[in-house]
């Protein structure tokens, strides 16, 4: 019973590390339907960015959350102005142009910061571990998990509650129409990209205390996020959270029955009979294409 | 091209071909009598990759091959001629690898090659050298279970890791082992080995697995340390995924004192990046630690970071990068500058020994793997190794122990 219970808190760990990751993709495809494969680039860049700040500025972790949020979506404000707009009507032509950002961001951090594995230390109080319900677990994975219902709270709002949301979910919609309204969409846009990049960054960062830092370490991250966004169905929060939390589960439960390399098949072979059977993932919203 | 163009280039190429006979006599005999040293230099290959995603290791091996090279030149090169480095980045991935190693054999005419850090890497440049009867110095501790008489095996094989590493952990520790591992033929064929001693010192098993390459979520795994409590965890996870293994273990409230983790990849390099606080307390086998306490260490250890940063880290297989290209030299310089080639580099490295930092070496004549001097090391919370144990004498290699019918001879893998 306690491993049981062990397993799902290890499930919900692992499910709120996917949804952490897979939040800005979430945002970015969901509204804008720029297929964004530098997404783990952006993560890279946040655990850089907290490298960085720790190694040159002595910041700890968690006091540099809110700069490395502001960096990283300043980078994807910067991208969007530069690249991305100038392909919101040929989403096809984005992933190439986003692919290409991100293998530029890549050699660029192994240029400049070189190409080592970074560390990144985790922030003592949450070093150790806690007992959740007679389980022993990592404070740190715990934190992870209460932050991550944090951000989605604050995205859930902004999207559904502030006038930003409501005119982005209007352009979502049909952005012809939410354009003859008055809306601004470069600008709603903009902004949309770059709190997706800055919640990128923050995932980045919140991970390099548990994982590794490398040039490298976001294209496993980009596959798991469209996984999570894939299954939960493109353009809705609430699926991409209830995704993460199936596809956390099932990676924990099926790792630790068989093991790591049988999970990771068998997720993958549950996501593609998913799919077939529901093509717009398990909460598609009723947009007019 | 038309008919007529095409015999013209034909007779050109003959004719070409006539006069390069006339002017080297034993073309047609050997590949070898190629004058490798007409220039008045030996001409190598360096093959790691200096980007991609084992980059990360490869950099230090690229460093400490290219460091050899420049003090063999400063203090005069092998009998007055200079070694020149032709560099090429495989980018991590094999079918490069055997690309580059095709155009430093045969288009730079390179005397031999210096690379590899993955078996992947190895298997893949292995038919260039094979064929063009090349040589190539591998530094990286592998999996044994190769017989090439195109390669020299500068790392540790199974028998020297584990031999007197998996005896003493038994003891210290108990019984019960958990093998965890990447999951590709290095730590299958370590646990092949370890499961072997295990067996004959009445331990037992209690779980062996393997994760993906790059993995780095390792919560269920760590759930099933917990349920199963093994005395060791065994691993031979590589890359990143050590990194993400040992924090997360860490981070989790285990114990090293009571379950540690037996380690055979855990170096300098990823304690560096997994923070000195994650790895203290766990166990490492290899023939070389950065502390290690010899004049040649403190020498190596220095230039290097002199060299390429005061904050560089060397370990075991930044060690063996070196040392090669000093056994190479040595190979080399007895030979005359017109019998240079590959074959006889082969022929004259047999046997060959150097104190190398980690201590003596020695070229085991028959398989082309190196004698070496295993130490168990348990990483510290600066970040360095306290070795507890050296081996009383140097490890002969056995790359087929695991294999008792099988053993490799000059003239090949032979069965018994």
């Known amino acids: ?289 | 091209m038309n008919r007529l163009g095409r015999r013209r280039f034909l007779k050109g190429t003959v004719a070409t071909a006539g006069v390069a006979a006339a002017g080297f006599p034993h073309i047609w005999i050997k590949d070898s009598s190629f004058a490798y040293a007409a220039s008045g230099k030996v001409k190598v290959g360096v093959l790691f990759s200096l980007t991609g995603t084992t980059a990360i290791v490869e950099e230090s091996l690229h460093k400490a091959t290219i460091m050899a090279i420049e003090e063999i030149n400063d203090a005069g090169g092998i009998n007055g001629m200079q070694i020149e480095a032709v560099v090429e980045d495989p980018a991590s991935d094999p079918a490069t690898f055997a690309e580059k190693a095709r155009k430093l054999v045969l288009g730079d005419k390179c005397v031999s090659v210096f690379g590899s850090y993955t078996s992947a890497s190895r298997k893949a440049v292995l038919p260039v050298f094979e064929k063009r009867k090349n040589l190539y110095f591998y530094p990286t501790l592998y999996e044994g279970r190769e017989c090439s008489k195109n390669v020299v095996y500068t790392g540790a094989v199974p028998n020297q890791q584990q031999d007197d590493f998996v005896p003493w952990l038994v003891e210290k520790f108990g019984k019960r082992w958990y093998l965890i591992g990447s999951n590709y033929i290095y730590p299958k064929e370590e646990n092949n080995y370890c499961k072997k001693l295990l067996a004959s010192l009445g331990a037992e098993v209690v779980n062996e697995e393997y994760v993906p390459l790059g993995h780095s979520e390792f919560s269920s795994v760590i759930n099933k340390f917990r349920s199963e409590k093994p005395d060791v965890i065994f691993s031979t996870v590589v890359g990143d995924s050590v990194v993400a293994l040992h924090r997360q273990y860490r981070a989790a409230g285990l114990d090293p004192d009571t379950m540690p983790m037996a380690s055979l990849t855990t170096s300098e390099n990823e304690v560096a990046a997994m923070g000195p606080d994650a790895a203290a307390g766990h166990f490492t086998s290899a023939p070389y630690f950065m502390v290690w306490d010899s004049p040649e260490n403190q020498n190596f250890v220095e230039a290097y970071r002199k060299r390429w940063g005061g904050d560089k880290v060397t370990h075991f297989v930044s060690e063996p990068s070196y040392f090669q290209m000093y056994l190479f030299k040595q190979a080399v310089e007895k030979l005359a500058p017109g019998d240079i080639n590959p074959a006889n580099i082969r022929e004259a490295i047999k046997g060959e020994e150097m104190v190398a930092p980690q201590g003596r070496v020695r070229i085991e004549p028959e398989n082309l793997h190196t004698y070496l001097w295993p130490k168990i090391g348990q990483c510290q919370s600066d970040g360095q190794f306290q070795i507890l144990k050296q081996t009383s004498e140097w490890l002969e290699p056995l790359p087929y122990k695991a294999y008792p019918n099988q053993v490799c001879k000059e003239s090949g893998l032979k069965e018994t």
């Open chain 1, 1 to 289: 019973m306690e491993t049981f219970l062990a397993q799902i808190i290890t499930g919900l760990s692992i499910g709120s590390i996917l949804l952490l990751v897979a939040l800005g993709l979430a945002i970015i495809y969901g509204t804008t339907g720029v297929i964004n494969l530098a997404h783990g680039e952006f993560v890279m860049l946040g655990a850089y960015s907290a490298w960085a700040l720790q190694t040159f500025l002595g910041l700890g972790l968690i006091e540099s959350l809110v700069l490395i949020f502001l960096i990283t979506a300043a980078f994807g404000w910067v991208i969007e102005k530069v690249v991305i707009r100038h392909l919101y009507r040929r989403p096809l032509d984005t992933i190439l142009a986003t692919w290409g950002i991100g293998v530029m961001a890549q050699q660029a951090i192994r240029l400049s910061a070189g190409g080592e594995l970074r560390y990144v230390e985790m922030p003592s109080a949450l070093g150790s571990s806690v007992s959740v319900l007679g389980v022993e677990t990592s404070a740190f994975r715990i934190f992870i998990l209460l932050f991550t219902a944090a951000l989605f709270g604050v995205t859930w709002y902004l999207m559904y509650r502030t006038s930003v949301g409501m005119k982005l979910r209007a352009i979502t919609q049909d952005r012809e129409v939410a354009s003859c309204f008055g809306i601004n969409s470069q600008r709603t846009y903009s902004l949309t990209f770059a709190y997706g990049t800055g919640l990128a960054g923050l995932a980045g960062a919140l991970v390099s205390p548990l994982k590794s830092v490398s040039p490298e370490m976001g294209t496993t991250y980009v596959v798991d996020a469209f996984m999570v966004v894939v299954l939960g169905g493109v353009d809705s929060l609430v699926g991409t959270v209830v995704s993460a939390a199936i596809l956390g589960e099932l990676t924990g439960f099926l790792a630790f029955l068989s093991n790591d390399t049988i999970a990771k098949a068998l997720v993958l072979l549950t996501i593609v009979i998913l799919i077939r059977f529901r093509p717009q993932g398990l909460f598609a919203a009723r947009t007019r294409t």
